[in-house]
C-alpha cells in the first residue's frame, strides 16, 4: 500500500472511532490537532489499525509515535 | 573507548521509566512533560501482592476478563475497579456523562492490549520500572518484586519511598545490581495526585545516574534570548528559594538553599486581587513559549493561594500538558507560585 491509501484508511478509521465525519489528518498531524483524541482513544485507535491491517506494532513503536507520519510509516513497515 | 556526551532533557530521562504503581501519580508526573507513554499502570491503583500476581502469571489473566466493575469516585469520576485483583485506575468521564455499559466493554480491549506492551518492555528489559511504596513495602518485598521482573526479561527496578522527616533532599543509592531505592519529600495525596512535587525529576535523574552511569544533572543551559515582553512577567536564571518559596535572580543564590533552577519563567503573579485569569496575555505566553529551547517545557509561576481553577481555563487556552508541581509543605507555607514544569537538560554519557 501507498502512504496515501495508509493515511486515507487511518482517516476512515480514526472517524470510525470518534463517530465523526469532519476529522481529517495529515502526515504531520498528532494526536494533540484532534479534540477529545486521550490516552484511551488512542488505544481504540491503535487497536483498529492493528485489526485493520493484520499487524501489532511494539512497544517501542507505539512509545516512539508523535505524528501520523510515524504512525504511517510504522503500518508501511509492516505491510 | 570515548565517551560522547549527549543532552538529555527531564523529558527524554521520564522516558525511560515505566510505573509499576501503588498509584497514578508517577504516571501523572510523566504526562505532565508530556510524556503519554502507554501504560498497564500508569494510571492504576495496584496493590503490591496484586502486582506480584500479574507478573507471575505473565498477565494472563487480562486476555480476557471478565469481572470489570465502575465505581463513582468522589470528584464523580467514573473509576473501573477490578476485584479479581483489587485494582483501580481512572476513565477520566464524568458519571453520568458516557455510557457506562460502553466503558466497561471497551476495558477489555485495553487491558489486553497494555498487557501485551507491558510484556514487550518486561522482555526487552528497555525501560526502567519504578514501583511507589504506598504500604510500607521492605527491601525483601522489592526484591522478590525485582525477581518477578527479571523473570520475563533483563529488567530493572526502582524503589521509592517517602523521607520521614519530608527532607526536601531527594537521594538514591544502589540496594543490589538491578535495584535502587530512592527517597521523595513527599508523595502526593491520593486525593489529588495531580498535584506532585516536582523532585521526582531530581530522583529519575539520580536513578538513571545509578543504572547507566549517566552524568548527574547540570545546571540548566540558559534558554534562547527571550524576546521582550512586559516588565515582570518573565524570570530568567532563576532560583526557587527553599526557605522562603521566592524567585530570586540567580546571582542571589544562597548555596543550599534552593530547591530549583530554571531557565525560564513567565509569572502570573498579578497583584494578589485580581483573578490571574483576567491578568494572563496569551499572546505575549505564546510568544515567550516560542523562545524556549526544544524539550524545555513552559515554566509558570503564581500564587499559591490563587484560584486553581484557573489552571484548568489556562491548560486549555495554552497547552494541554500543563501540571500542576507544588513545593514541600515546610515550604509551601511562604511559596508564592505553583510550578509548570521544570525541564533543564543534564548530559548523558554513552560509553562506546
Known sequence: MTDRAILDEVNNLVREVFQR?????????????????????????????????????????LDEMQTIRDLVDAISRRT | MSTTPQPMFDTDVLRRFESLGDNCEFGLVKSGVGVDHLGFFR???????????????????????????????????????????????????????????????????????????????????????????GSYETRADMTRLLEAL????????????????????????????????????????????????????????QALHLFDGAAMAQLPARSKDVVHLPEGRIFRDAILDGETG????????????????????????????????????????????????????????????????FLNSLVAQVNPRIPKLRLASSTAVFAAKLFVPLTYPIQSSSTR
Request: aromatic share 12%; proline share 5%; hydrophobic share 40%.
Open chain 2, 150 to 205: 527479571q523473570r520475563h526479561g533483563p529488567n530493572r527496578l526502582v524503589w521509592v519511598s517517602e523521607a520521614p522527616d519530608r527532607n526536601p533532599e531527594v537521594r538514591a543509592e544502589i540496594l543490589a545490581p538491578g535495584l535502587v531505592h530512592g527517597v521523595m519529600d513527599e508523595f502526593s495525596t491520593y486525593e489529588d495526585a495531580r498535584t506532585f512535587s516536582f523532585h521526582w525529576f531530581g530522583l529519575c535523574r
Open chain 2, 43 to 133: 494510571f492504576n491503583n495496584t496493590p503490591f501482592a496484586s502486582l506480584l500476581r500479574v507478573l507471575d502469571t505473565g498477565f494472563r489473566d487480562f486476555e480476557h476478563l471478565r469481572d470489570i466493575r465502575l465505581e463513582v469516585a468522589v470528584n464523580n469520576e467514573l473509576i473501573v475497579y477490578l476485584p479479581d485483583y483489587e485494582m483501580r485506575y481512572h476513565t477520566f468521564h464524568q458519571a453520568g456523562t458516557v455510557d457506562e455499559g460502553a466503558v466497561i466493554a471497551r476495558q477489555r480491549g485495553f487491558l489486553s492490549f497494555l498487557a501485551r506492551k507491558c510484556l514487550d518492555d518486561l522482555k526487552t528489559g528497555r525501560k526502567i520500572f519504578l514501583r511507589k511504596d
Open chain 2, 246 to 309: 521566592a524567585i530570586l535572580p540567580a546571582p542571589e543564590l544562597t548555596k543550599g538553599r534552593a530547591l530549583a533552577r530554571v531557565p525560564a519563567a513567565f509569572s502570573v503573579f498579578g497583584d494578589g486581587t485580581t483573578p490571574p485569569g483576567d491578568l494572563f496575555d496569551a499572546d505575549a505566553f505564546g510568544k515567550f513559549r516560542s523562545t524556549l529551547e526544544h524539550g524545555h517545557m513552559p515554566v509558570l509561576l503564581f500564587r499559591d493561594h490563587s484560584d486553581f481553577s
Open chain 1, 21 to 61: 465525519d469532519d476529522v481529517t489528518l495529515s502526515l504531520e498531524s498528532t494526536a494533540a490537532d484532534v479534540d477529545g483524541w486521550d490516552s484511551f482513544r488512542h488505544i481504540e485507535i491503535m487497536l483498529a489499525i492493528e485489526l485493520r491491517f493484520a499487524i501489532r506494532f511494539t512497544s517501542s513503536e
